[in-house]
């Protein structure tokens, strides 16, 4: 059964970091590609960064300069080093898979498999 388990959520102050996980069972890494989104109260969800089997990624402009997504296909995990955080990105993030290993796509439509999130607070 492919499940995708998101943790290192937590409250962080303004300025801070955090890096997100989220490990894959059930399937083999190397054959997906990644994808991290977040959604806010009240907004839509928004695709922050992707990474092909390739090691492309690609990130939202909200995000660009201070998040960086890396992959261990060893340890079947995907990361989401996040610096610099601001208010804004508050949200509940997720982690997904895309069964296409060569695309890297902030589309959610383009996933068939969720994590179940993990929040994200920065606040002072």
């Known amino acids: 059964q492919l499940q995708l388990v998101e943790s290192g959520g937590g409250l962080v102050q303004p300025g801070g970091s955090l890096r997100l996980s989220c490990a894959v069972s059930?399937?083999?890494?190397?054959?997906?590609?990644i994808g991290w989104f977040r959604q806010a109260p009240g907004k839509k969800r928004e695709g922050v960064s992707c990474?092909?089997?390739?090691?492309?990624?690609n990130y939202a402009d909200s995000v660009k300069g201070r998040f960086t997504i890396s992959r261990d296909n060893a340890k079947n995990t995907v990361y989401l080093q996040m610096h610099s955080l601001k208010p804004e990105d508050t949200a509940v993030y997720y982690c997904?898979?895309?069964?296409?290993?060569?695309?890297?796509?902030?589309?959610?439509?383009?996933?068939?498999?969720w994590g179940q999130g993990t929040q994200v607070t920065v606040s002072s």
């Open positions: 990474i092909n089997s390739g090691g492309s990624t």
């Open positions: 059930g399937f083999t890494l190397n054959y997906y590609a």
């Open positions: 997904a898979a895309d069964g296409r290993p060569r695309y890297c796509s902030r589309y959610d439509g383009d996933y068939g498999y």
